[in-house]
């Protein structure tokens, strides 16, 4: 049996899980937050916790199970406390500003970069760091990547956008001697 699947999801106070035949729906204090239902792979909510079975033991049904169960818990945890990543812009002249809901980013180009936030995404600026925060796991994630992705750090001199504490390995130059 799967190792993640198995383990049950505790729900908060305040926390309620709508369980339908397609689609799961979980409602907290950030939000409200759905996913559809995996198929051979079930979700029963009893006694304040919530409980993921597959129907059987087929290799398809047991990849699903973990999936499903890590899926509503990373529901649980975002509409009660929510998810955040922080990414720093590294470099000469590189900078960052708030204009109305969409970061307008300096990054070396001809041009500013207008990245738009899309709804349900909180940003804040902080001089070279980025907040990103949201109630959806997977949304935080991607916009954090897509930010890092217009600018990616360098192995040279470190600049561009990284993840805060994101390590990069640095390479020397042509003259191949260490600085």
Known sequence: M?????QPIAIPSGVTITVDTDLITVAGGKGTLSQATLEGVTVTVADGVATVTRINDEPKN???HGLMRTLVNNMVVGVTTGFSKQLEINGVGYRV??????LKLNLGFSHDVIFKIPAGIQTK?????????????QQVGQIAADIR???KPEPYKGKGI??????????????GKEK
């Open 2 to 6: 799967s190792r993640i699947g198995k």
């Open 62 to 64: 047991r990849a699903k």
């Open 97 to 102: 500003a708030a204009q109305g809901q969409d």
């Open 125 to 137: 600026l902080e001089q070279n760091v980025i907040t990103i925060s949201g109630i959806d796991k």
């Open 149 to 151: 992705k217009l600018k």
């Open 162 to 175: 990284k993840y805060v504490g994101e390590r990069i390995i640095r390479k020397s130059g042509k003259s």
